[in-house]
């Protein structure tokens, strides 16, 4: 099994920083994409920022040029450097990860989710 573990959240005020981080734990033979992604209340999840195995970016057009994306690939975590922090970026925000695994019927790529943190944002 493989878990995604999230840190960083927490109360800010607007215009100011946060660093998320996501490390994966288990048994696994490569990370592929990891991305973030956040769920405001009533809104449906939606994708903040991936990133692929090779470093290739891409970022939703409300988050551009505020947050950057990243990742430790000896570490297996990923991080989410989130300035000038805006109230409507208050959400929980979820790690997510395509993880490539061995099963008997050989490697397989499998989706996995971080419990998610909460990060608010004050005006």
């Known amino acids: 099994q493989v878990q995604l573990v999230e840190s960083g959240g927490g109360l800010v005020q607007a215009g100011g920083s946060l660093r998320l981080s996501c490390a994966a734990s288990g048994t696994f033979i490569s990370i592929n994409t990891m991305a973030w992604y956040c769920q405001a209340p009533g809104k449906q999840r939606e994708l903040v920022g991936r990133?692929?195995?090779?470093?290739?970016?891409n970022y939703a057009d409300s988050v551009k040029g505020r947050f950057t994306i990243s990742r430790d690939n000896a570490k297996n975590t990923v991080y989410l450097q989130m300035n000038s922090l805006e109230p409507e970026d208050t959400a929980v925000y979820y790690c997510y990860a395509i993880v490539l695994r061995s099963t008997p019927a050989g490697e397989k790529t499998f989706q996995y989710w971080g419990q998610g943190t909460q990060v608010t944002v004050s005006s």
């Open positions: 990133i692929g195995s090779s470093g290739g970016t």
